[in-house]
């Protein structure tokens, strides 16, 4: 394990900040109290090379942190990511080399300020239901005929939300809100007021949209596959905008092939980190281009200015915080 050790001077501190310069102006400035920053968007063989002279690197999803990385870190003392998923990082190997990992996974206080990845699910289910990528495309393409394109109504259906956590609890109020009945299930007791709990089996028998919304971990890696997805509704949806891995995409695909669910909407993809932003050869993305019943975007989530702004100033006083207690 590495000593940590901090410069009585911090700013003699080397800082790589892989979001580049689109990262907050205010994060900018708490960032170059700190140091000396390099702003770049390096891709994961140019990461390897330029790692190791760097005390802390702010990590953008897109790049995965292995321990063959974090080897080559030699002077990395923090490494902190403005998201609440981590599976982009070796966390065991960072804790063997003694390198500090701050995320936003536990900041609930301030995760609360932060609705968008709730938001996009809910556009999502409603671009999905009512046919609206497509329907705009062929008006774009000079057809006037809606007649292809009835959609489904979201009142008076059945919601799951499996996690109800902070987003899955946001996702419930929208789908109250729509007139949904919502049902959920956790490992934690939800509140009466947020939905009625019950069990994932009954939830995946009789909701008609099913909205994921748990942390990737062990446990939950592959918590959706072949004989989840059978029990579900021939007429239901699935809705994704956590991790890809926490479904098994591979049974997806034959659950959509064989009319087992009707369709799916989702903001991630299983293997994410290692394609790059060349999609094209993934399986859901090749079924997708001929099926008009499966909807992708590429992990936008949180992806909104007011999102970007408060993470990249919240991750940075965090650093701060972080290089003050260890003096």
């Given at each position: ?202 939830l995946l028998r009789t909701s008609d949209i099913v909205s994921l919304h748990v942390h990737l971990t062990e446990k939950t890696k592959n918590l959706i596959g072949g004989a ?100």
């Amino acid at each position: 394990m590495r000593q940590q050790c901090y410069p009585a001077d911090v700013i003699r501190l080397k800082i790589l900040c892989t979001i580049g310069k689109g990262f907050a102006p205010e994060g900018k400035r708490i960032l170059e109290s700190l140091g000396s920053v390099a702003y770049a968007t390096p891709n994961q063989k140019q990461i390897t090379g330029m790692i190791g002279k760097y005390d802390i690197v702010v990590a953008q999803l897109g790049i995965t942190f292995t321990a063959d990385i974090l080897k080559r870190a030699k002077n990395l003392k923090i490494l902190a990511t403005p998201a609440t998923g981590t599976d982009h990082i070796d966390l065991v190997a960072a804790k063997a080399l003694g390198i500090t990992v701050l995320s936003l996974k536990h900041e609930i206080p301030f995760l609360r300020t932060i609705p968008s990845t709730a938001e996009h699910t809910w556009g999502l289910l409603l671009a999905l239901l009512r046919h609206i990528v497509p329907a705009a495309n062929d008006v774009i393409g000079g057809m006037w005929n809606g007649k292809p394109f009835a959609g489904t109504e979201l009142k008076g259906k059945t919601l799951g939300v499996i996690g109800v956590g902070r987003l899955g609890t946001i996702v419930a109020g929208y789908g109250k809100a729509f007139g949904l009945d919502v049902i959920g299930c956790d490992i934690k007791k939800i509140p009466k007021s947020v939905c009625r709990q019950v069990s994932m089996d009954i939830l995946l028998r009789t909701s008609d949209i099913v909205s994921l919304h748990v942390h990737l971990t062990e446990k939950t890696k592959n918590l959706i596959g072949g004989a989840e997805l059978k029990k579900m509704k021939p007429s239901a949806v699935l809705l994704n905008t956590s991790r890809g891995g926490i479904l098994d995409q591979d049974a997806l695909l034959r659950a959509l092939k064989s009319k087992t669910i009707t369709g799916y909407a989702g903001d991630v993809l299983a293997g994410e980190m290692q394609f790059g932003t060349d999609c094209s050869k993934h399986p859901l993305v090749r079924y997708a281009k001929t099926h008009g019943n499966v909807l992708l975007t590429p992990h936008i989530g949180g992806r909104t200015y007011e999102a970007r702004m408060k993470t990249d100033v919240f991750i940075a006083a965090r650093m701060k915080e972080a290089l003050s207690s260890k003096k």
